[in-house]
């Protein structure tokens, strides 16, 4: 009997101890530490001194510091935005597509999501530079107009100027929905997938309108799950790095790049430590957030 | 019928059918527009100047490029064998045994999924330069260790998820008849709770090493100039210019990914049947 106990104790202490040591070795260890060098002082070259002061904390209040976090929250907060206006129809679609469709949708919806974001990013500057397809684009379009204008009697439009559009907040943002579209499609159709169509039905055939139902019935129904997917897009943009160094001019710097040059070239490592944790912090706010929406019932009705 | 419209068929809507067109355009037209031009026999990436496939040729004979591929299967494969067993266990822990601090350790596992890779990247690196400093002299594939434990951090959290939605369909009845045939705590792991969750290892594993080949945020802090991946030498590589080099490069990733998704899927599947 004592024996059978200890071999049940030596099955939990198996199963548990490599995780549980991994974890805290390789995950909380290194998070740890950056927490501890963010109340840490540079002492020469390459020594850090932890002392405990907040003086990190304080040059990150540096109205600079502040203010490439709120672009960053406002980046990403518009990104979140045009992914939701955007996604939306998509997922409803998604929805009330036929099985067969509905599978091959989601498929087309995820691909992308598995390809390489340093190919993503890298495709759309092919689009987005001087000599890229989007201005080929628009210059075929301006000739067309130029030649269509000559033909009812008009002067021509002149030559066509390439636009600036990559290395721009333009193209940190197209890049960032580029990118972080089917983290709001996915979570979008698994609500809308939940909604019970008879309510949209009974809606429409008490006389409301297609607009009204979505805004009074699905958009109600679906607020949690609104609610998830927003906060799902929200935090990897807000901590987004690649998009912003890729596609991003010199003022459309996000938070991740400044932390990035902290380490790599300023070599401030406790201010870039900091940083990271007012980042952390910020993706944490986020998640408590949604934690906290998402207790209301699903089918509540009336929102938050 | 066919000429009124159902309340609900949204999807035959030509607003609709437009917009799905658009978004899908926007999504997919730069992937096969750079797909395209890694077979355009033209230095520059914009006018079509004929099929070729002198840049794989190229990248073929890119020794650099080849090490760099090399360095990120090894690391994936190997990240993936690790974060099998530690996602796995940590599956098993969470969905077998009630014990205090549960909540904790359940979320403790689940930080690294929402942690920003920003922040993870550069905790790897204080961790890998200040506390285990990694041995550059180390010979191949034990110079990579460091690379490879940052990705076991990252994904073995997927793999726990995957395996443990596969677990809830598991009959713990069928392991307590192991044990009164007499099999022992090992015995009914290895010949019953395995088989059952066979599907899901080979699922995790193949997201496990697709994200694991893909990560450029957490490697680009914690590779030397040693040990670069692909990912990281395709950056330096679109960092000076955008050439047809690059283009075959990140076909040749797309095509590895399409291949392992397309397993993953079979294999899911495959699970969903017999579960």
């Known amino acids: 009997m004592a024996t059978q106990t200890q071999e049940r104790r030596l099955a939990f202490l198996a199963t548990a101890l490599p995780p549980i040591v991994w974890v805290i070795a390789f995950f909380l260890a290194p998070l740890a530490i950056v927490w501890a060098y963010s109340f840490g002082q540079n002492v020469g070259l390459t020594e850090v001194d932890i002392s405990g002061t907040f003086a990190n904390y304080l040059r990150a209040l540096q109205p600079l510091y502040l203010g490439i976090f709120a672009k960053s929250i406002f980046v990403a907060g518009l990104t979140t935005l045009l992914c939701l206006i955007i996604g939306f129809p998509v997922a409803l679609s998604i929805v009330f597509a036929s099985e067969k469709w509905r599978a091959w949708m989601l498929l087309l919806i995820m691909l992308p999501f598995w390809t390489n974001l340093l190919i993503r990013t890298y495709a759309l500057i092919a689009v987005l530079r001087t000599e890229g397809y989007a201005n080929f684009t628009m210059e075929w379009f301006w000739n067309q107009g130029s030649w269509l204008m000559t033909l009812v009697g008009l002067q021509p439009l002149g030559d066509f100027t390439p636009l600036q559009l990559l290395y721009s907040n333009f193209a940190v943002v197209v890049g960032l929905v580029y990118v972080h579209l089917p983290f709001m499609v996915l979570p979008l159709y698994a609500a809308l997938d ?90 944490f706010g986020a998640i408590a957030l949604r934690a906290y929406f998402s207790r209301g019932k699903p089918a509540d009705g009336h929102g938050i | 019928m066919a000429l009124k419209r159902a309340p609900l068929e949204y999807n035959r809507l030509w607003q609709m059918k437009l917009w799905l067109f658009g978004v899908f355009f926007f999504l997919y037209a730069p992937l096969v527009a750079l797909v395209a031009f890694s077979f355009n026999d033209s230095k520059r990436n914009t006018v079509w100047r004929g099929f070729t496939f002198n840049y794989y040729v190229k990248l073929f004979n890119d020794q650099d490029l080849l090490i760099a591929f090399a360095n990120s299967l090894t690391i994936a494969l190997f990240a993936t064998l690790i974060s099998l067993v530690i996602g796995a266990l940590a599956a098993v822990l969470l ?132 040990t670069v991946t692909f990912p990281v030498k395709v950056y330096s590589m679109l960092r000076f210019s955008v050439t047809p080099e690059v283009n075959a490069a990140s076909t040749m990733l797309i095509l590895v990914t399409i291949v392992l998704m397309a397993l993953m899927m079979v294999m899911q599947g495959r699970a969903q049947k017999k579960g």
């Open chain 1, 194 to 283: 939940r909604l019970d169509k008879s309510l949209i039905e009974a809606s429409l055939d008490l006389g409301a309108g297609h607009l009204r139902t979505l805004w009074s019935i699905v958009v109600p129904l679906a607020l949690p799950g609104i609610i998830s997917g927003i906060i799902i897009t929200f935090v990897p943009a807000l901590g987004a790095y690649l998009t912003p160094d890729l596609l991003g001019g010199p003022d459309s710097q996000m938070i991740a790049n400044v932390i990035e040059r902290q380490f790599k070239r300023a070599n401030d490592w406790p201010f870039g430590a900091a940083l990271s944790f007012l980042l952390m912090y910020a993706t």
């Open chain 2, 95 to 226: 969905w077998r045994y009630r014990f205090i601090g549960r909540t904790v350790v359940e979320g403790t596992f689940m930080l690294p999924l929402v942690v920003p890779e920003i922040c993870m990247g550069v905790a790897m690196l204080l961790f890998f330069t200040r506390v285990l400093p990694w041995p550059n002299n180390l010979f191949w594939p034990f110079s990579l260790g460091s690379i490879i434990i940052a990705h076991v951090s990252f994904c073995f959290p997927f793999v726990a998820l995957v395996v443990g939605a596969r677990l809830t369909s598991f009959n713990k009845e069928q392991e307590e008849a192991a044990r009164d045939l007499g099999a022992n705590d090992w015995q009914a792991f290895r010949d019953v709770l395995l088989p059952h969750i066979h599907p899901a290892l080979i699922a995790g594993g193949l997201l496990a090493f697709t994200l694991s080949l893909d990560d450029f945020v957490i490697t680009f802090f914690t590779s030397g100039p040693d």
